[in-house]
DNA sequence: AAGTGGTCTAGACCACGTT
DNA sequence: ACGTGGTCTAGACCACTTC
């Protein structure tokens, strides 16, 4: 039975939904009602219904009350973490190697989303991401130098890109994109495979209030899997 | 400025730290102090700076105090809906086709994960599903019938066997990962491309309390791509 | 031992959306 | 118009962890 702290209300009402007596798109009482039938303020009940309704359990609408959701839309959280800090956190040793750094002039498909007003300088990557001396994921990067100014200065061989920026240009925003691809020329000699291999690919784009930071593509060597809980 | 929000709140400390004013690593006042800054209550400064650690901004901890992440671990969160919602909310016409179900004896890898016991019934199934009748993914599922007594009743020619569970198997949790792996023969001819072209494959392993319900692969079409904000 | 975050309470006002 | 959830407050007690 419940105690009256939000997580027990939680597993409760996930019983209650569990075991039949809460349908999927029937309403429950209101939260105030629970609250008395729990014997606990509103606030935490509030809190249960509401991180429920986050997991995406419960549909809550002003007025229209509390529902069991019909299609439960199941979320998995990826945690995505430093490369280097993956790879050490499976008791492997890192290390990367940077194969190319230059300022040169992006391909249309790069332009259009890291310099969309023509004006920007941009510095090309191309690393690679080593655990145990075994080569992990290869890394295509495109830098805003407008955005990270002061990374020409950094040695790159000492601290990733990655690294860099997450210490220099915190708290951006972006877009993440997983993907299966064939091995192209660069990944096939990095990885020591067939070109056309299958390739698990990893594409972020982030930006800093709209303005273009870094654009990565990262190739994972073959059998990798990205796990998570739902 | 922020009014006394907690959204507002979380914005401004968000462009605190974006402006250097809080460095990675660092400590910032107690939730107290900041309260009192804000002039907002313990409970609303409480609720902004939680989110914010639930979200990998922010280090908090009892009495060492709260600090500002030094790798934030970006999460991303993905959503992963009913194959035919997904289908439908991109304006295209769900259908799907059972191409095989039978209830056969599991290899010993499925096995290992399925029937744990070895008591269990498990019913097999290949499915394809189909968008604006182009196939968009192809499905290879293990159900324990000792989790879903019912659903041999069930017409999973219309309704698939993945809506089917949500709706009568409620609240499950489980395991999910994502990799790049070839076409195998069977995918490839629902497909029609080559053996060995890269496919984007989901694996779910979904249980009730520690009772397997279902391990399913999904393999997606070629140029799938799965995506999400950060 | 003491400081910090984690949680709960009882009450209040308000925004929203259904009616 | 009104019922529901969304949020905020002021206060309290407690758990954890560092000192």
């Known amino acids: 039975m419940s105690r009256a702290s939000y997580p027990g209300i939680k597993a ?7 075991d ?12 105030t009602d629970l609250a008395t039938e729990f014997g606990c303020a509103r606030a935490t009940m509030n809190r249960a219904l509401r991180e429920l309704a986050e997991a995406g359990i ?14 439960p839309v199941r ?7 430093l490369t280097r800090l993956e790879i050490e956190g499976q008791g492997l040793t890192y290390a990367h190697r940077v194969l190319k750094c230059r300022q040169i002039a992006a391909p249309p498909g790069i332009t259009q989303r890291m310099n969309p007003d023509g004006t920007a300088r941009l510095l090309h990557l191309f690393c690679l991401h080593l655990a145990d001396r075994l080569p992990y994921a290869f890394e295509d990067r495109w830098i805003n130098l407008d955005a990270a100014p002061g990374i020409l200065d ?15 240009v915190p708290i951006s925003d ?3 994109a997983f993907m299966a691809e064939p ?3 660069d990944t096939a000699a ?16 982030t930006r800093i209030s709209r303005l273009p930071v870094t654009l990565v593509r990262l190739s994972y060597a073959p059998g990798y899997r990205m796990v998570t809980s739902i």
């Open 154 to 168: 950094a040695d790159l061989t000492t601290i990733s890109a990655n690294e860099w920026l997450v210490q220099n």
């Open 190 to 205: 990095a990885f020591g495979i067939a070109e056309g291999t299958a390739l698990f690919v990893v594409e972020r784009h």
């Open 20 to 31: 039949g007596e809460w349908k999927p798109g029937a309403a429950i009482p209101a939260e």
């Open 75 to 81: 979320k998995a959280t990826l945690e995505i973490p």
């Open 58 to 71: 419960l549909d809550r609408r002003r007025k229209a009350g509390t529902r069991v959701s019909r299609f």
């Open 12 to 18: 409760e009402v996930l019983r209650r939904i569990r």
């Open 183 to 185: 091995a192209g020329r």
């Open 174 to 176: 972006g877009d993440i």
